[in-house]
Structures are given as structure tokens and as C-alpha cells.
Nanobody
Framework: QMQLVESGGGLVQPGGSLRLSCAAS????????IHWFRQAPGKEREGVSC????????YYADSVKGRFHISSDNAKNTVYLQMNSLKPEDTAVYYC?????????WGKGTLVTVSS
């Protein structure tokens, strides 16, 4: 069964850092793109970043550019989102996502709270 599992969320003070992980099972990531989305309370889900495991191409939303960094470890079948200089507006549930054979796969999410 193909699935994505996020981890690494938590409570952090403004200016702090967290690293989120997205571990895949049931398939090998290296042929696909993996995306990070987030959904803040009362807001729509928005794209944050993505990486193509085929060629390493990355994308960042303007709101996180220069602060977040996406990477992968193919041996661990895992994608990471390093989040630095966190702001209260980064508070959200973070989800990883991929699309394989016309099927959408979402993880269950991990909560990131940025607060003093």
C-alpha cells in the first residue's frame, strides 16, 4: 500500500527552525515529484515547496523562499523540509503529497506552531 507519512512538527518560537520529514512506503520516490502543502486555521491549503526526484528541480512559494529548503534522501525514501527563520504566519498543518498514475496521495499531516 502506497502511503506518505509526515513527522517533525511541533512548537517553536519565532525565528526558530524545524525539519519536517516525509517518508514514503509502497513505492520508490525517485521517479516522482514530492510536494509540501500547508493549511492554516480558516485558510485554504497552499503549496509551499516541491522537488522532482528525477532531476532535483525545486520550487518554493514566495512566502518561504530563502527560509525553507527542500531535499531528499533516496536511500531512506524520504523528503525533508528544513524550515528556518520561522514566523507565526507559518503556523499550519503541513502535508506531503504526490501524484502517481492519476491517483493523489496525501499524508495525514504534521502540525507546526510558531509562537512565543
Amino acid at each position: 500500500q502506497m502511503q506518505l507519512v509526515e513527522s517533525g512538527g511541533g512548537l517553536v518560537q519565532p525565528g526558530g527552525s524545524l525539519r519536517l520529514s516525509c517518508a514514503a512506503s509502497g513505492f520508490t520516490m525517485d521517479s516522482y515529484s514530492i510536494h509540501w502543502f500547508r493549511q492554516a486555521p480558516g485558510k485554504e491549503r497552499e503549496g509551499v515547496s516541491c522537488i522532482s526526484l528525477r532531476d532535483g528541480t525545486t520550487y518554493y512559494a514566495d512566502s518561504v523562499k530563502g527560509r525553507f529548503h527542500i531535499s531528499s534522501d533516496n536511500a531512506k525514501n524520504t523528503v525533508y523540509l528544513q524550515m528556518n527563520s520561522l514566523k507565526p504566519e507559518d503556523t499550519a498543518v503541513y502535508y506531503c503529497y504526490t501524484w502517481i498514475g492519476r491517483v493523489n496521495y496525501w499524508g495525514k499531516g504534521t502540525l507546526v506552531t510558531v509562537s512565543s
